[in-house]
């Protein structure tokens, strides 16, 4: 079956540019679950969604936003971009939440200019 | 809250060599465990997870790790390292919120 497919898979904004990321889980996978990697910090929580709520969220600011449809395709928001939000943004969807395996997308990878 | 740190952002060892990736965690509430592994512009992939049950947990391609509650350690290894292995290892955890946290990652890195 398909994997989690992530567009676009590279993009360059400018500062003060808002961007959209979209990431289509695993076919029956119901969580989607967002990361921001960048070199030397890892892999930083954004928030996960789970039958269109979301779940958890991590210690970013809210100019960064997500959401989550009906079919479980999820999307990310950054607004007003900045220099340091260049980075690899990576989805992972599972079935339900906590223990279950997380499968990962290949990521979008912002460059903010 | 749960956290992982992950010793050594860079690890070096020869192809035929042990290898051992370190990991602690802290947590509140038993823990569950996981190694992802990731290759060059690619996304990350399970090596392995630990639930309950055995403590020595094996994953795909020859690793293992063995949670160690007393030590709260979750440390990777592979007997004989491979050039195939080079690559950034990260150790996960998830707890009570059922949020999962990475560790910042561990370069691998496999000299001939």
């Known amino acids: 079956k398909a994997g989690v497919t992530q567009t676009p898979r590279y993009l360059i904004k400018t500062r003060g540019q808002q961007v959209t990321l979209s990431c289509s889980p695993i076919s029956g996978h119901r969580s989607v679950s967002w990361y921001q990697q960048t070199p030397g910090q890892g892999l930083q929580f954004l928030f996960e969604?789970?039958?269109?709520?979301?779940?958890n969220k991590g210690n970013f600011p809210g100019r960064f936003s997500g959401r989550q449809f009906s079919n479980s395709r999820s999307e990310m928001n950054v607004s007003t971009l900045e220099l340091g939000d260049s980075a690899l943004y990576l989805c992972a969807s599972s079935q339900s939440s906590g223990a279950n395996v997380l499968t990962f997308g290949a990521g979008s990878r912002l460059t903010v200019l | 809250a749960q956290s992982v740190t992950q010793l050594g952002s860079h690890v070096s060892v020869s192809e035929g060599a042990l290898v051992l990736l370190r990991c602690n965690y802290s947590?509140?509430?038993?823990?569950?465990l996981f190694w992802y592994v990731q290759y060059p512009n690619q996304g990350l992939q399970l090596l392995l997870k630990y639930t309950t049950g055995a403590t020595l947990v094996k994953g795909i391609n020859g690793f293992e790790a063995e949670f160690k509650k007393s030590e709260t350690s979750f440390h990777l290894t592979k007997p004989s390292a491979h050039m195939s292995d080079a690559a950034e290892y990260f150790c996960a955890v998830s707890g009570p919120d059922d949020k999962i946290i990475f560790g910042k990652g561990t370069r691998l890195h496999i000299l001939p």
């Open positions: 947590s509140s509430v038993p823990p569950y």
């Open positions: 969604y789970f039958s269109e709520t979301q779940r």
